[in-house]
């Protein structure tokens, strides 16, 4: 992502901040995010399942309710946040935003805690992203 020595990537989360999750989209699901995720909240991972994912056959992804995006998005932010899944962990490292500087600086535009924070070299950015192909093969 940086270019040249000037350029710093940074990212902290800014209290209070839930616009990663208000985004208009989906949050995927691997499934060891669905097993946490039920045993956070006691149920068996049937049970979470049939409450909250959709599964197809090369994906799973929490189903979104009508008036928000995510199920366990609250105005205190997320519920299940000790446990969120990988796709919510690892934001704003994402593929296409560490190899693209526009999309990382479109993202900035929405997302107070770019800029913010220690600088994180690109090998760790690269490093977390790479997590990211990993949980979801069929998106990269």
Known sequence: MPKSPND???FAC???????????GFVYLTEEDLKKAAKFL????AEFEQRYVYRTA????????RAS????LTAEGCSI???????CRLFP?????????REWENTAKWCPGIGQGELIQIGTALE???DMKTAYPNFF
């Open 58 to 65: 090369h994906q799973r992804r929490l189903r979104k309710p």
């Open 81 to 87: 946040h000790a446990v969120k899944p990988t796709q």
């Open 93 to 101: 490292f994402w593929p296409h935003l560490i190899e693209s500087r």
């Open 69 to 72: 995006q995510c199920t366990f």
């Open 8 to 10: 710093e990537l940074r």
């Open 14 to 24: 800014q209290p209070g901040c839930t616009k990663c999750c208000d985004m208009e």
């Open 128 to 130: 977390r992203a790479e």
């Open 42 to 45: 006691n149920l068996p991972p």
